[in-house]
Nanobody, 118 residues
Framework: VQLQASGGGLVQAGGSLRLSCAAS????????MGWFRQAPGKDREFVAV????????YYADSVKGRFTISRDNAKNTVYLQMNSLKPEDTAVYYC????????????WGQGTLVTVSS
C-alpha cells in the first residue's frame, strides 16, 4: 500500500487547511485511515481516524470540534479539514493506514508540513 499526503502549507492562526491522503495498492487490507502529527522536538501523536465501512470517526481531544476527518471510498482518499488553526497545530502531518487483522497502523505516508503563524 502506498499513501500520498498533500495539502500542507503556511496559514495564519484562525485559518483553515485541508489535507488529503490518497491510498493505492492493496488497500483491501485496511479497515481505516488516520492522521498523526509530529511537532518539532515532540513525539508523534494521534490526531484522527475514520473507518472505511461505517465511517466511524475518532479524534484527539486537542482537535475535537476544529478538525474533521472524512473519506471517499471510491477514490481511496481520506481528508482532514482543519479549521480554527492554532500555532500549536504546527507539525508534520502523516496519514496512516490501519490493518484490519491487527488494528495496527502499518502503512505510512511521507508527511506534509503544516505551519500556523501567530
Amino acid at each position: 500500500v502506498q499513501l500520498q499526503a498533500s495539502g500542507g502549507g503556511l496559514v495564519q492562526a484562525g485559518g483553515s487547511l485541508r489535507l488529503s491522503c490518497a491510498a493505492s495498492g492493496r488497500t483491501f487490507s485496511m479497515d481505516g485511515m488516520g492522521w498523526f502529527r509530529q511537532a518539532p522536538g515532540k513525539d508523534r501523536e494521534f490526531v484522527a481516524v475514520v473507518g472505511w465501512s461505517g465511517g466511524i470517526t475518532y479524534y484527539a481531544d486537542s482537535v475535537k470540534g476544529r478538525f474533521t476527518i472524512s473519506r471517499d471510498n471510491a477514490k481511496n482518499t481520506v481528508y482532514l479539514q482543519m479549521n480554527s488553526l492554532k500555532p500549536e497545530d504546527t507539525a508534520v502531518y502523516y496519514c496512516a493506514g490501519r490493518i484490519a487483522s491487527t488494528r495496527n497502523y502499518d502503512y505510512w505516508g511521507q508527511g506534509t508540513l503544516v505551519t500556523v503563524s501567530s
